[in-house]
């Protein structure tokens, strides 16, 4: 049975730092892509970042560009979100998902933000951005 388990979220003041933590259990690691996403109180669920786990080629929103970086340690099955700079509209509820990678005979096996391609969820995690 596919697990995931989000940690690593709080309170912090704009422009601090926090990491998210995301313990995955019950599949290959290897063989699967993990996303994070978010959802702020009365916005839809938006994909923030994904990782493909096998080459670890990564995919970024422009939301976040430049402040939050996705990681995989294959060795922990864990994938982590540093998020830096942190804004207030980076406050929401942030979900880790995983899913097989999609593939193209160009690219190979990469992840994209799709919501609506990951089917194994965590509980999620609260972060909170005070201005």
């Known amino acids: 049975e596919v697990h995931l388990v989000e940690s690593g979220g709080g309170l912090v003041q704009a422009g601090g730092s926090l990491r998210l933590s995301c313990a995955a259990s019950?599949?290959?690691?290897?063989?699967?892509?993990i996303a994070w996403f978010r959802q702020a109180p009365g916005k839809e669920r938006e994909g923030v970042a994904c990782i493909e786990s096998s080459d670890g080629s990564t995919l970024y929103a422009d939301s976040v560009k430049g402040r939050f970086t996705i990681s995989s340690d294959n060795a922990k099955n864990t994938v982590y979100l540093q998020m830096n700079s942190l804004k207030v509209e980076d406050t929401a509820i942030y979900y880790c998902?995983?899913?097989?990678?999609?593939?193209?005979?160009?690219?190979?096996?990469?992840?994209?933000?799709?919501?609506?391609?990951?089917?194994?969820w965590g509980q999620g995690t609260q972060v909170t951005v005070s201005s």
């Open positions: 998902a995983a899913d097989r990678p999609l593939y193209s005979s160009h690219t190979g096996y990469y992840c994209i933000t799709d919501r609506n391609v990951y089917n194994y």
């Open positions: 019950g599949f290959t690691f290897d063989d699967y892509a």
